[in-house]
């Protein structure tokens, strides 16, 4: 039986959403001034997570390119390279990587957009677009304007990356 089963057997335990403790932990690095240690993002978050368990999510965000790390002295120091957006992105390129029909995902995810979202999605292809021949090493929003051209009309990979180079 779990330890807060034990504590209170009538409390409902209840299951973080997937994704939702790397949101957590990402957010508290953001509010970091300098890099920071999995301690510090441990005490951050609160809530009673192990220590382990805040490790194993930064090794899984850094996996993802969300984080970077560094080691200081007999540990390691952590600080963001990504956003909330940006990992969510990151999961959305992956999930199509994942499909054989892009161009039917992409199509299936476009038709059941409402009405708002398309015109921003639009909008946003259109910046993309405009903004083609700018200077590709102009930050990550040009990355992120690279994942959308790149994924969309097949010049490259998912990441903007051309095949074969993304891991």
């Given at each position: 039986?779990?330890?807060?089963?034990r504590?209170?057997?009538?409390?409902?335990?209840?299951?973080?959403?997937?994704?939702?403790?790397?949101?957590?932990?990402?957010?508290?690095?953001?509010?970091?001034?300098?890099?920071?240690?999995?301690?510090?993002?441990?005490?951050?978050?609160?809530?009673?997570?192990?220590?382990?368990?805040?490790?194993?999510?930064l090794?899984?965000?850094?996996?993802?390119?969300?984080?970077?790390?560094?080691?200081?002295?007999?540990?390691?120091?952590?600080?963001?390279?990504?956003?909330?957006?940006?990992?969510?992105?990151?999961?959305?390129?992956?999930?199509?990587?994942?499909?054989?029909?892009?161009?039917?995902?992409?199509?299936?995810?476009?038709t059941?957009?409402?009405?708002?979202?398309?015109?921003?999605?639009?909008?946003?292809?259109?910046?993309?677009?405009?903004?083609?021949?700018?200077?590709?090493?102009?930050?990550?929003?040009?990355?992120?304007?690279?994942?959308?051209?790149?994924?969309?009309?097949?010049a490259?990979?998912?990441?903007?990356?051309?095949?074969?180079?993304?891991?």
């Amino acid at each position: 039986m779990a330890q807060r089963d034990r504590e209170d057997p009538h409390r409902p335990s209840r299951r973080r959403g997937q994704g939702e403790l790397e949101s957590q932990v990402l957010g508290a690095l953001r509010e970091a001034q300098d890099p920071v240690t999995a301690a510090w993002v441990q005490e951050r978050l609160g809530g009673g997570l192990a220590y382990t368990t805040v490790v194993t999510i930064l090794t899984r965000l850094l996996a993802k390119d969300a984080v970077a790390r560094e080691r200081r002295g007999r540990s390691f120091v952590w600080r963001p390279t990504a956003d909330v957006a940006g990992l969510a992105a990151l999961k959305m390129r992956r999930l199509l990587d994942g499909e054989s029909d892009r161009e039917a995902v992409l199509a299936s995810f476009v038709t059941a957009l409402p009405p708002d979202d398309e015109q921003v999605l639009r909008a946003l292809l259109e910046t993309a677009h405009a903004t083609d021949g700018a200077d590709a090493t102009d930050g990550a929003d040009v990355v992120g304007r690279a994942d959308v051209v790149g994924g969309a009309d097949g010049a490259g990979g998912a990441d903007g990356v051309p095949d074969g180079t993304e891991d």
